[in-house]
């Protein structure tokens, strides 16, 4: 398995601003997910993080709105840009773990109101 | 777009009874993953099936799979009131470290 935190747990901020989401895992992962899901919704993929590469965005993402850092194998940041209020979300960082097949472990997220 | 539809989108029963959750997807996957989220926290993994599998225990879950018509199920037997909560099934298309695809979801609530 993988042990997943994500620093702050929650936050509330001004529209405009920009929060910046960190993202550890235990172990050195290749690939590291990030995920935002709307209230009372299902989870969306925002983009994949390899380390060493730039993130690959999803259709509805870009890397200006949501740019995202993969400095080692291990740790990650995205941030959300110029927040308004429908980026209210929980963000989520998830990884595979090594040698542990295709089993996807997710961290606690970050509740995240923007005001 | 979403792969997975899971229905029903609400599910209320007593606490003893069984919950049966069903998943259904739209192309060919490597495997289907089933989650519990509580209060809009982290997401639990629950188990993997992947899609030479048919069926799947983990204590009083069970998982089933079928590829012919798309479709999965997750059963809890006994339920508890500690197992409200919302359920989600995702799927991945290839093998490694690939990211998943999210249904919809079912909310759980057992009644005590």
């Known amino acids: 398995s993988a042990v997943i935190s994500q620093k702050p747990s929650r936050d509330i901020c001004q529209r405009g601003t920009s929060l910046t989401i960190q993202c550890q895992v235990d172990s050195q992962v290749t690939m590291m997910f990030w995920y935002r899901q709307q209230p009372g919704q299902s989870l969306t993929l925002i983009a994949t993080?390899?380390?060493?590469?730039?993130?690959?965005?999803e259709s509805g993402f870009v890397i200006d709105k949501f740019p995202i850092s993969r400095p080692n194998l291990t740790f990650s940041t995205l941030t959300v840009s110029n927040m308004s209020p429908e980026d209210s979300s929980i963000y989520l960082c998830?990884?595979?773990?090594?040698?542990?097949?295709?089993?996807?472990?997710f961290g606690p997220g970050t509740r995240l109101l923007v005001l | 777009s979403q792969q997975g539809e899971e229905d029903p989108q609400a599910l209320s029963i007593q606490e003893g009874e069984n919950a049966t959750m069903n998943c259904s997807y739209k192309t060919s996957i490597n495997n289907l993953q089933w989650y519990r989220q509580n209060s809009g926290r982290g997401l639990v993994h629950l188990i993997l099936i992947r899609s030479n599998e048919r069926e799947k225990h983990s204590g009083r879950l069970r998982v089933t799979l079928d590829t012919s018509k798309k479709s999965s199920s997750l059963l809890i037997t006994a339920s508890r009131a500690a197992d409200t909560a919302s359920y989600f099934c995702a799927t991945g298309f290839y093998s490694g470290n690939t990211p998943l695809v999210f249904g919809k979801g079912t909310r759980l609530s057992v009644i005590a």
């Open positions: 998830s990884v595979e773990s090594q040698g542990g097949g295709e089993t996807q472990y």
């Open positions: 993080a390899n380390q060493g590469s730039e993130a690959t965005y």
